[in-house]
Structures are given as C-alpha cells and as structure tokens.
Nanobody
C-alpha cells in the first residue's frame, strides 16, 4: 500500500503562487509515476502534471505548461507542484496520485493511477 498526503493548498490572488506537496509513505516502487490531477464541481478529473520517479522525466497539461513545475525530493519521498502565475480557472481540488506502471502515452489518464491522496483546495481569486 502507498499512502499519499497533500498539503499546501489555500487562497491566493490571480498572478500569485502556491506550492503543493505530496508526501508518500508505505510501499514504494522504483518505476512509480507521481501525478497531480485537479477537479472542479461537475467536471471530470483533469490531468495537471506528472513525474517519473526514476528518470525525473516530467509531463504537463497544455493549460499549465510554463506556469507549473513538478519536482520530487527522493530523500523526503515527496513530490511538489510549484504553481506560478495562477489564474482563477486554476481553482480546483488538487489530488496527488501514484501509479506503478504508467506508460508515457497514458500518463494523463487518471485510471492509470492506483493510489490517491485526499485532495487539497486551491482557490484563485480575480
């Protein structure tokens, strides 16, 4: 089992920044992919970013490319999502996820991830 705990959400004005953290504990896998997804009421979960733990290769949704940065700290078993130039449309509950074997072609698919955190609210005011 893998446990994921997110933190760092909050309220910020448009143009501001937030950094989300996702601490992983329990069983870990060298081939794991860590991802961030978000959900707004009435919508499906939306892929935001992902990082392949072993290679640090990163993937981003077009909507956040150039504004968000995903990274990981191996010693702390923690993944971060640095969010800059935030927009009101970034408002959502953000979820951390982990997948054991996620192909590059399916890294944006929520179904590929078997472990999820509880979510953290991010609200961007205009």
């Amino acid at each position: 089992q893998v446990q994921l705990v997110e933190s760092g959400g909050g309220l910020v004005q448009a143009g501001g920044s937030l950094r989300l953290s996702c601490a992983a504990s329990g069983r870990t896998f060298s081939s794991v992919v860590m991802g961030w997804f978000r959900r707004t009421p009435g919508k499906e979960r939306e892929f935001v970013a992902a990082i392949r733990w072993s290679s640090r290769h990163t993937y981003y949704a077009d909507s956040v490319k150039g504004r968000f940065t995903i990274s990981r700290d191996n010693a702390k078993n923690t993944v971060y999502l640095q969010m800059d130039s935030l927009k009101p449309e970034d408002t959502a509950v953000y979820y951390c996820a982990a997948g054991r074997t996620v192909a590059t072609t399916t890294v944006s698919k929520a179904d590929e991830y078997g472990y999820w955190g509880q979510g953290t609210q991010v609200t961007v005011s205009s």
